[in-house]
């Protein structure tokens, strides 16, 4: 699956597992990929090495929360309803373009 926004593609993975999910981006440095967490409202970054920009998603892709340049050891809860968002980690400043309330468009190519 692929985002393209910043005249630039990103590719992005879906976090399907349990250690997918528990691990996302932690440790990673010169990220160029994305992670979409399904069925998730919150996200943490202790332990990254890098910060990141976080797009939450409702049940149609549209985005209803975006932080750009989020800092190591920060906690982001989007809302309450888990089963109804998704949360989109990005490399820093990948989602400057991005807009609330815009829909995200995942293309398999």
């Known amino acids: 699956m692929y985002l393209n926004t910043n ?3 990103y590719k992005i ?4 597992s349990f250690f997918k999910r528990l691990f996302g ?3 990673k440095k010169n ?3 994305g992670i979409l967490f399904p ?9 990254m090495k890098e910060n990141i920009d976080i797009v939450g998603l409702d049940e ?9 340049n989020l800092p190591k050891n920060k906690i982001i809860k989007i809302n309450n309803d888990r089963k109804k968002t998704s949360i989109l980690e990005l490399p820093k400043s990948a989602s ?8 995200l468009l995942l293309n398999e190519e």
Do not use: P, R, W
């Open 7 to 9: 005249k630039k593609q």
């Open 60 to 68: 149609n892709n549209e985005v209803i929360y975006k932080y750009e």
């Open 31 to 33: 990220i160029d990929f």
């Open 39 to 47: 069925k998730c409202n919150s996200i943490h970054t202790f332990f």
């Open 13 to 16: 993975v879906i976090a399907k």
């Open 25 to 27: 981006l932690m440790g």
């Open 96 to 103: 400057s373009k991005i807009k609330v309330g815009t829909i």
